[in-house]
Nanobody, 123 residues
């Protein structure tokens, strides 16, 4: 069992930056591939970024490629999402998720989810 807790969300102006963190409980964090998803009001949850267990493989949604960076620190049981050049359309609740196999952008294959952190980008 893994528990995930996100932090780092908030209100930022367009063009600004935020860094989200997701801390995992337990000592087996390195066994889990991780992903970030987001859900805006009235919309379905969508893939943002994913990272393999080692960190060597990453994937991004086209909408965030070049602006967001996913990374992980297995010694700190933490996965990060650095978000730069934020746009109002990035406004959403951001969730981190964990999977025992690399699941990329397929949210149904993630086994563990955090409670989410709100990101609001004003124009």
């Amino acid at each position: 069992q893994v528990q995930l807790v996100e932090s780092g969300g908030g209100l930022v102006q367009a063009g600004g930056s935020l860094r989200l963190s997701c801390v995992a409980s337990g000592r087996t964090f390195s066994r889990y591939a991780m992903g970030w998803f987001r859900q805006a009001p009235g919309k379905e949850r969508e893939f943002v970024a994913a990272i393999s267990r080692s960190g060597h493989i990453t994937d991004y949604a086209d909408s965030v490629k070049g602006r967001f960076t996913i990374s992980r620190d297995n010694a700190e049981n933490t996965v990060y999402l650095q978000m730069n050049s934020l746009k109002p359309e990035d406004t959403a609740v951001y969730y981190c998720a964990g999977s025992t196999v690399y699941s990329g952008r397929y949210y149904s294959q993630y086994e563990y989810w955090g409670q989410g952190t709100q990101v609001t980008v004003s124009s």
